[in-house]
C-alpha cells in the first residue's frame, strides 16, 4: 500500500534568518553609513560602477546579504565560496566559470567568505583574475584587514567596516521575525531588551533565537530570569590571538593611563569574562607599572608584583581580586612616563655613542699593570666625602653630561626632584 501511495517527503523550511534576509541594499539594517544614497556601496549601485571590495565587521552584521544584493542590482553573476571549505582547485574552478561567463557578456561577482582563511599564495592567486576585470571581489572577514590579508590584494580593494548591529538594528530585526512568524514574541519588555543585549550585535544569533522562542516559547510571557534559563547567552567575540584581544588590551592601558578607574575595571572585566589568561594582563597591569606610573608611585610594580604571587597562590576565581586591585591601584595612582622617556633616551644615547670607555678613574684595577696605567686613579670615594657626595664627573670624556631622566611634578616624583636639585647645588657650589 505504502508503495502505491507513497508519504510526500516532509517540507523543510528555511531558517528564520535565511528568510529574511533583505531583499533589497536599502533594507539592510544598522549600515547606513555603507548602504545609504552617500554611503560608498549606495553610490556604487546608483552610478553602475562595482569595484572589489573587503567587508569587514563582527559576525552576523550582514556582509553576506551585501554581497548578494550587490550581485542582483548591479546585474552581476553571484559566486560564492568560503575560504574555510575552498582550496585552490576551487578557486580554478571559479575563475574558469568566471571567464566563460564573461566570453558571453556576463559579469561575475565572486564573493569570498572569511577571505582571511587563505594563506599569501592563495591570496596572490585572486589578483590577475581582479586586475583583469574577470571577477568583482567581495571578501568577508572578521579579523583586521591590515594583518589578516597581504598588502597587494588591499591595493585592488576597498575596505569598508560594518558596525555591530545596535539596539535599534536589531529592534528591527525582531519586528521583521514577529511579522514573519504572524505572532509577537512570548517576552516582558525588559525581557525583550535582555534577549537583544544578550545577542552582542550579532544578527544572526539574535533571529535564531527569536525563532526558537516563536516556535517553541508557549503563549506565556518570560521575563529575564525566564528568559535565560529558556535560552542560552551568545558568547562575547573574542580571539586571544587576534583583533578582540588586542582592542580589549588596547582599551584597558588607556583607561589606566587617563586614571578613569570605572573603565579600566569594565575592560579589565571583559577580557577576563571572556576566557583571556590572567597571567597575561598580570602581565601588561606589570608594564603599565612601569610604563606609565613610575617613579611617580614606586608602590604600583609593588602591589601589580604581588597581585601576580597573589593568583599564582590562590588561582581562579579567588585569585582575581588581586588583579582588579591592582588594577584600581594602577588607575588611581599618579601617572608619569618619565622613566620611560628616559629609558628611550638612554638607550638611544648607548646606541648612538658606540664603545666609549668610562674614565680611567671609576675603572676597577685588579692587577698591577692595570694600576700602572691609571685604572682607578683619583678615584673619589663618595663615602669619605664632606655630605656623602664627591660631585666627581663619571661620563666618557668625549661625552658632555647628559639629563635623560626629567621626573614629573606628579607623586613621589616630586621628592625625586628635590633630590636631583640637591645634588644638583652640591656639585654647582664645589665647581
Known sequence: MSDLFPQAAPVVRAPLADRLRPERLADVVGQDHLTGPQGPLGRMVAQGSLSSIILWGPPGTGKTSIAKLLAAEAGMRFAMISAVFSGVADLKKQFAEAELAQSRGQRTLLFVDEIHRFNRAQQDG???????????????????????????????????????????????????????????????????????????????????????????????????????????????????????????????????????????????????????????????????????????????????????????????????LAIVQACLYLATAPKSNAAYKAQKSAFKTAKDTGSLSPPKSILNAPTKLMKDIGYGEGYAYDHDAKDGFSGSDYWPEEMQPQTFYAPSPRGFEVKIAERLAYWAKLKADRG
Not at 590577475?128 to 597581504?150: D, K, R
Not at 525582531?174 to 550579532?202: Q, V
Open 126 to 320: 585572486f589578483l590577475p583574475f581582479v586586475e583583469q576585470g574577470i571577477v568583482v571581489l567581495i571578501g568577508a572577514t572578521t579579523e583586521n584587514p591590515s594583518f589578516a590579508l597581504n598588502a597587494a590584494l588591499l591595493s585592488r580593494a576597498q575596505v569598508l567596516v560594518l558596525n555591530r548591529l545596535d539596539e535599534v538594528a536589531l529592534d528591527q530585526l525582531l519586528a521583521r521575525a514577529e511579522a514573519e512568524m504572524g505572532r509577537t514574541l512570548p517576552l516582558t519588555a525588559d525581557a525583550r531588551s535582555a534577549l537583544i543585549n544578550n545577542s552582542d550585535g550579532d544578527g544572526r544569533f539574535l533571529l535564531n533565537q527569536a525563532e526558537t522562542l516563536l516556535e517553541l516559547g508557549g503563549d506565556e510571557p518570560l521575563d529575564p530570569a525566564g528568559l535565560s534559563a529558556f535560552l542560552h547567552r551568545r558568547m562575547p567575540v573574542y580571539d586571544k590571538d587576534r583583533d578582540g584581544h588586542y582592542n580589549l588590551i588596547s582599551a584597558l592601558h588607556k583607561s589606566l593611563r587617563g586614571s578613569d578607574a570605572q573603565a579600566s575595571l569594565y575592560y579589565l572585566a571583559r577580557m577576563l569574562v571572556a576566557g583571556e589568561d590572567p597571567l597575561y594582563v598580570l602581565r601588561r597591569l606589570v608594564r603599565f607599572a612601569s610604563e606609565d606610573v613610575g617613579l611617580a608611585d614606586p608602590q604600583a610594580l609593588v602591589q601589580c608584583l604581588a597581585a601576580k604571587d597573589a593568583y599564582d597562590f590562590l588561582g581562579s576565581p579567588e585569585g582575581e
